[in-house]
């Protein structure tokens, strides 16, 4: 099957920097989209960042100017540069991919997620 393997959060102080990582293997015919949404204590499951395989982006509003997603399709990876951080950016960060699985069709897939905690 496909698996996504994330990798790259940690333990940070605010106003520094973090680049998570997220590598996608399996049975992957083409991957049309990823991104990372992020889940906080007593906060709501948001999307943070993500990208076509054609290169368009979008942000949410919180990171827009901070955050960067790019990938690498050689790889099927993708990254998020994290710059400036704050308080707020703590949270669980999860990789998404929708994807074509070889032989069969299109489907969601998640990592297992990966910590990144903020401190004041």
């Known amino acids: 099957q496909v698996q996504l393997v994330e990798s790259g959060g940690g333990l940070v102080q605010a106003g520094g920097s973090l680049r998570l990582s997220c590598a996608a293997s399996g049975s992957i015919f083409s991957i049309n989209a990823m991104g990372w949404y992020r889940q906080a204590p007593g906060k709501q499951h ?61 489907y969601d897939y998640w990592g297992q997620g990966t910590q990144v905690t903020v401190s004041s």
């Open 46 to 106: 948001e999307l943070v960042a993500a990208i076509t395989s054609g290169g368009t982006t979008n942000y949410a509003d919180s990171v827009k100017g901070r955050f960067t997603i790019s990938r690498d399709n050689a790889k099927n990876t993708v990254y998020l540069q994290m710059n400036s951080l704050k308080p707020e950016d703590t949270a669980v960060y999860y990789c998404n991919a929708e994807l074509i699985v070889a032989g069969t069709g299109e």
